[in-house]
């Protein structure tokens, strides 16, 4: 069974970057089809993608949040991380990591989220 | 501000039926397609439906998912109080992204 599992600090300043690294076990990072994302969800409020990456490297970011965005895979551990720069306390949320599963087929893109960490609490506060 | 437009909340009765919008455009939902998700209380989303219609294994059959033109609807039969929970829904866009609706949170009553 895959499984997700996120890390990284649970306390950031403002102005500083966030970092997290998701883990993957039970399957490979590197399986083709699937792509591998972040997503995160402020007090409350719903649920926003931040980016997703391929194990070859190819992402694909929000637009809102590309700026500040960099996600990275390193298929030798079986984890890709995030680096969110110059947050603010808009950024507290929690983070979760998730395989996304995304194909073209002729009536569209397929795009869903199968699996799921279960999410990691990051504040951001001096 | 999510692209795509879910009802805030919905609420019915055990036993019975619900059924939960969710609203895009020819950017999105119209051209591509639709996942549904299910969050309970304090945990992580589950996928209940993808590419429009389909379950993944373990999501019983009174889960089910449609789409026309630039709208889904997410559709729970049967309904339990353990189905209590925020629904969302989620699609790719036209500018290579993913997006979610901004959540349906579901009581029964």
């Known amino acids: 069974q895959l499984q997700l599992q996120e890390s990284g600090p649970g306390l950031v300043k403002p102005s500083e970057t966030l970092s997290l690294t998701c883990t993957v076990s039970?399957?490979?990072?590197?399986?083709?089809?699937?792509?591998w994302g972040w997503i995160r969800q402020p007090p409350g409020k719903g649920l926003e993608w931040i980016g997703s990456?391929?194990?070859?490297?190819?992402?694909y970011y929000n637009p809102s949040l590309k700026s500040r965005v960099t996600i990275s895979v390193d298929t030798s551990k079986n984890q890709f991380s995030l680096k969110l720069s110059s947050v603010t306390a808009a950024d507290t949320a929690v983070y979760y990591c998730?395989?996304?599963?995304?194909?073209?087929?002729?009536?569209?893109?397929?795009?869903?989220?199968?699996?799921w960490g279960q999410g990691t609490l990051v504040t951001v506060s001096s | 501000q999510s692209v795509l437009t879910q009802p805030p909340s919905v609420s019915a009765a055990p036993g019975q039926k619900v059924t939960i919008s969710c609203s895009g455009s020819?950017?999105?939902?119209?051209?591509?397609?639709v996942s549904w998700y299910q969050q309970l209380p304090g945990t992580a989303p589950k996928l209940l439906i993808y590419?429009?219609?389909k379950r993944p294994s373990g999501i019983p059959d009174r889960f089910s998912g449609s789409k026309s033109g630039t709208s889904a609807t997410l559709g729970i039969t049967g309904l339990q109080t353990g189905d209590e929970a925020d629904y969302y829904c989620?699609?790719?866009?036209?500018?290579?992204?993913?997006?979610f609706g901004g959540g349906t949170k579901l009581t029964v009553l």
């Open positions: 989620g699609t790719w866009d036209s500018s290579l992204s993913a997006a």
């Open positions: 590419d429009n219609n």
């Open positions: 998730a395989r996304h599963d995304h194909s073209i087929a002729v009536a569209g893109t397929k795009a869903y989220f199968d699996y």
């Open positions: 990456i391929y194990y070859s490297g190819s992402t």
């Open positions: 020819s950017s999105n939902i119209g051209n591509n397609y």
């Open positions: 039970g399957g490979s990072i590197s399986s083709s089809s699937y792509y």
